[in-house]
């Protein structure tokens, strides 16, 4: 018999990379207005925006470490899309990939980014009319945790580069069942076997394990601490397993972490 108390956030960041086409729609047709745009121009200044845009999206996660690939894989391979009707296509390839946010050099990303702009006709007053065009420029990218902020350089881009498309290796996380798993190990635990039931039930070398016992309670503390996850469950007297909610920033690096002390000692 288990009450839960809170659910914790989910602490994984999807990629906006579908934001980044529609915002560079928005320019090209910005630069469009201008009314002495060529095909050629709208498609280089189109390959910037989304390149400075790339820079702002690759900010997002890096409070957390994330190898290169990740970063490629879930922020530049979804930047390809087909013209529909926003009047341009984007390609986007990543040529090469090496290091972590971690890292003292960051994570190193080079994207080669091309757009082609499909023919446009004026429709107004000050609105210009253009062929078809098409512009190519690469990029290495330097990826580093906060507060270092991520760095942008355009680079020559290599004749004929093998391309090979990223994966996003799964990130660590708690099971999707880890508070049922918690509550039926608290329920049957003794004060002799609590730590070791609690290790076999979360195995995994990347999840943290902290139990104690307190009087007639028992209380367990489950969590990742490179993604700041963290559940603590407490079997009371009567049996019942409660979750305990407890600030976010108490998990923090250089805080208590994942800890029983969230419960017993918390912060004041």
């Not at 288990?2 to 090209?28: D, Y």
């Amino acid at each position: 018999m288990s009450r839960h108390i809170m659910h914790g956030p989910n602490n994984f960041a999807v990629a906006r990379a579908r934001w980044l086409a529609t915002s560079a729609a928005m320019a090209a047709a910005l630069l469009a207005l201008t009314g002495c745009a060529t095909g050629e121009s709208v498609a280089a200044d189109t390959v910037d925006h989304i390149a400075a845009e790339l820079t702002d999206e690759l900010d997002s996660p890096v409070s957390r470490v994330r190898d290169a690939e990740w970063f490629a894989a879930t922020y530049i391979t979804p930047l390809n899309s087909e013209a529909g009707g926003r009047g341009f296509a984007v390609y986007a390839d990543t040529l090469a990939w090496s290091g972590s946010s971690g890292d003292e050099s960051g994570a190193r990303i080079e994207v080669r980014i091309r757009v082609d702009v499909e023919q446009k006709h004026a429709v107004g007053i000050g609105d210009s009319s253009y062929a078809d065009g098409s512009a190519t420029k690469c990029f290495r990218y330097e990826v580093f945790r906060r507060p270092h902020p991520v760095t942008r350089k355009g680079i020559k881009c290599p004749d004929n580069p093998e391309i090979t498309t990223p994966t996003a290796a799964p990130l660590p996380a708690l099971p999707d069942d880890a508070r049922d798993l918690l509550v039926t190990v608290l329920g049957a635990a003794t004060s002799a076997s609590l730590e070791r039931d609690v290790r076999a039930a979360f195995p995994h070398d990347f999840i943290s394990v902290e139990t104690d016992v307190v009087g007639d309670e028992f209380l367990a503390a489950v969590g990742v601490p490179g993604e700041r996850e963290c559940i603590v469950g407490v079997r009371g007297v009567d049996g019942v397993v409660e979750f305990a909610s407890f600030d976010r920033t108490w998990i923090e690096p250089g805080e208590l972490g994942c800890s029983t002390r969230l419960v017993t000692s918390p912060p004041h």
